[in-house]
């Protein structure tokens, strides 16, 4: 077995501090869908490496009347794995995707 690579301190203070970072960006764009001011569409279409990073699951979750259940079953019913990360969808997925989520 090999060892892990080895990093400096502050290369691993700065990869922390952008994780944290990206966990905080996700958490305010999940609490933004749940309170309603902001739609799924904008993840999907989304530019910002921390939401795209999200897993479609968790976007499914974080929207209103949307539990793991119905966010699995969605997941099912598309095609996509539920460890799928937004960034990582197909062309058919997203267009299956937004079929299934049109007027929510």
């Known amino acids: 077995m090999s060892n892990p690579p080895q990093i400096s301190n502050e290369a691993r203070r700065a990869a922390l501090e952008k994780a944290a970072n990206y966990r905080k960006e996700r958490a305010k764009f999940k609490r933004e869908i ?3 001011t ?3 569409r904008e993840a999907i279409e989304s530019q910002s490496e921390a939401i795209s990073r999200m897993r479609v699951k968790e976007l499914l979750e974080a929207m209103p009347g949307f539990g793991s259940i119905r966010a ?3 997941l099912d019913r598309v095609g996509i794995s539920s460890t799928r990360r937004i960034k990582g969808l ?4 997203r267009k ?3 079929e299934e ?4």
């Open 101 to 104: 989520l049109k007027g929510r």
């Open 90 to 93: 197909g062309s058919t997925q």
């Open 72 to 74: 699995q079953a969605i």
């Open 34 to 36: 749940a309170e309603g």
């Open 96 to 98: 299956k995707l937004e």
């Open 38 to 40: 902001r739609g799924w």
